[in-house]
């Protein structure tokens, strides 16, 4: 810090590389974003600020602000030569950012864009949001095109295969279909052996709403 506060020295992205990374890790990410901030507008390359702009969307990311993330996954998507791996993660953390801002329309353009594979942890539920968005909005038919699609590629992730399944409960349940929605849960319970990442849990909440609507 005393290195920083000195005004143009020769060591002052180094210094900025080392603190922002120091206070990430000791979890100060409201910090960590402001060192990483004045990393990107000291950088005298592009690798440098490619360094303070992925540091900023982690930290905006890890602090859980969706508007600094949506304002620096813009800027990374917006910059030429850019890493594939960042600019991938630059566009979920901003899709993620604005589902969490119930800005459905915004998060189903850039998680279509990560749903093309299902390989990765972050295609995976790229997909799976695709699909619970067209269901929020009531497009039930291509929903359930995407969970069958999802389902047929056989995705290594259980938890989001899981996740879909029970999105075609609902699915089914809003075409009527009560017996199927409940042979789908039944079938989680049955096969699904993960016990505490609270998938099960919703499959026992959905059976017993289906039982107290009967």
Request: charged fraction near 30%; charge should be negative.
């Amino acid at each position: 810090r005393q290195v920083i506060n000195v005004p143009n020295n020769q060591f002052l992205e180094q210094a900025l590389i080392a603190a922002s990374s120091i206070l990430y890790e000791r979890e100060e990410f409201s910090e960590s974003f402001d060192y990483y901030k004045k990393l990107e507008n000291a950088a005298a390359t592009s690798d440098t600020r490619i360094i303070g702009l992925r540091g900023q969307l982690r930290s905006a990311y890890q602090e859980g602000d969706a508007l600094k993330s949506i304002e620096v996954a813009r800027k990374i998507k917006n910059m030429s030569g850019v890493p594939q791996e960042l600019e991938r993660e630059a566009i979920f953390i901003g899709a993620k950012a604005y589902y969490s801002l119930n800005q459905y329309d915004e998060a189903l353009t850039d998680f279509r864009k990560l749903a093309r594979e299902i390989i990765s942890t972050e295609g995976a539920e790229s997909k799976y949001r695709v699909a619970e968005i067209l269901f929020m909005k009531g497009s039930i038919d291509e929903s359930e095109k995407v969970v069958s699609q999802f389902i047929d590629q056989n995705s290594p992730h259980q938890y989001w295969m899981a996740k879909m399944f029970l999105l075609l409960s609902d699915i089914s349940l809003k075409k009527g279909d009560t017996l199927q929605a409940r042979a789908t849960l039944q079938s989680l319970r049955e096969y699904y052996t993960v016990s505490d990442d609270g998938i099960l849990d919703e499959v026992r909440s959905k059976l017993a709403a289906l039982d107290k609507g009967n």
